[in-house]
């Protein structure tokens, strides 16, 4: 594998950098305490590229790869997590079940307009009893002629209110039975389909996380993605993908909790002497840069694997898992080494420590990656 960072990828990330900084940073504690999702924000993104990252430019993409899919979430994540995540549900999970699994038809349809931002993506998988398990869902698609009924509610979608389309993965089996869920592009203004309560949420508050209610919500069947029975499949070969995302966004969530310690450690003062000079202070930094080191390694190792479209399940849980959990650790002790401060709405680790814990939840909590990660190096 190649460490260094190509021209491009460096190009790139001094573009959503400097987006970051010049249209982000200024209102992060604004959007944060509102919770407002701040849907001109991914308009603006849509003209850079970042919306459509991964997308060939035939359907009006970036074209880019995996490597500056990261290096995108990341940066957009040292300044806020809640608009890394947010921007990571739509390029990968949204837009690559798509752009994986759609038709040319519906990729021609979708794709231009997801990666421009024109729409607003969304990905319903969970349900209110079925998050782990999201196998067992309960929402259903029953096929009456050319068309689909849909009814059921999917919880915790980003983007559930404000999504403009949105992939469903519904039922359209006997329960518990192999092959019974199917995944349907739906787009929001379908008589039926409706966002739903808003989550009011420890972190990532600018990130909208919102049911989607279906009440015999009919679809044609050129909505339809793939096969009959091939959605849960579907989902779990996006997961993977996924996965990157949320290392990435963990891995900018720690290394800006990580930059802000550093920082601070070598201004602020006590006994006459920067608390960098203490050895209990600076022994955290050495942790929190070998940790980062490590999962940056685990990511690009999964990136690496992706874009070879060699088998990489085991490798982005084990990237997911280690980066979400690094994000966890290194934003708590930056906040440590920050003291009372830290704990305050006036700098930004307590941001960073509130945003962190998602990662070890959404797309697969830590426990599911162990699942994921132990199934695979148990199988002959
Ligand atoms: C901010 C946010 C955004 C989200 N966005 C989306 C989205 O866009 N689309 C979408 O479909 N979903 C989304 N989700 C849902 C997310 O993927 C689920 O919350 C997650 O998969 C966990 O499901 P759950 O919350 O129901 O927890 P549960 O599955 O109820 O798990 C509860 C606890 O039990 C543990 N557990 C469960 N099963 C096992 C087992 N077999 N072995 C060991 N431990 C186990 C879990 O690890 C966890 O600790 C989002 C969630 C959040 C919080």
Known sequence: MDFSVSEITQQVAQTARDFANQRI????????ESQVFPVEIFKEMGQLGLMGVLVP????????????????IEEIAKVCGSIGLSLAAHNSLCTGHILSFATEEQKQKYLPRLASAEFIGAWGLTEAN?????????????????EWVINGTKNWITHG?????????????????????????????TPGFSG????????????????????????????????????????????????????????????????????????????????SSFQGIS???????????????????????????QPMTREAAMAKYYASEVAVRVSTEAVQVFGGYGYTKDFPVEKFYRDSKLCTIGEGTSEIQKIVISREILRK
């Open 25 to 32: 940073r200024p209102n992060v504690m604004l959007w944060d």
């Open 57 to 72: 430019e035939e359907y009006g993409g970036a074209g880019l790869s995996y490597f500056e899919y990261k290096t995108v």
């Open 130 to 146: 079925t998050g782990s398990d999201a196998g067992n869902m309960k929402c259903t698609a029953v096929k009456k002629g050319d």
């Open 161 to 189: 209110i404000s999504g403009d389309v949105a992939v469903v993965v519904c039922r359209t089996g006997e329960p518990r039975t192999k092959d019974n869920s199917t995944a349907f592009i739906v787009e929001r203004g």
């Open 196 to 275: 739903g309560k808003k989550e009011n949420k420890l972190g990532m508050r600018a990130s909208e996380t919102a049911e989607m209610v279906f009440d015999n919500c009919i679809i044609p069947d050129s909505q339809r993605m793939g096969e009959v029975g091939d959605g849960f499949r579907q989902a779990m070969k996006v997961l993977d993908g996924g996965r990157i995302s949320i290392a990435s966004l963990s891995l900018g969530i720690a290394k800006g909790a990580y930059e802000a310690a550093l920082q601070y450690s070598q201004e602020r003062y006590q006994f006459d002497k920067p608390i």
């Open 283 to 309: 022994f955290k930094l050495a942790d929190m840069a070998t940790e980062i080191a490590a999962a940056d390694l685990l990511t690009m190792q999964a990136c690496d694997l992706k874009i070879r479209k």
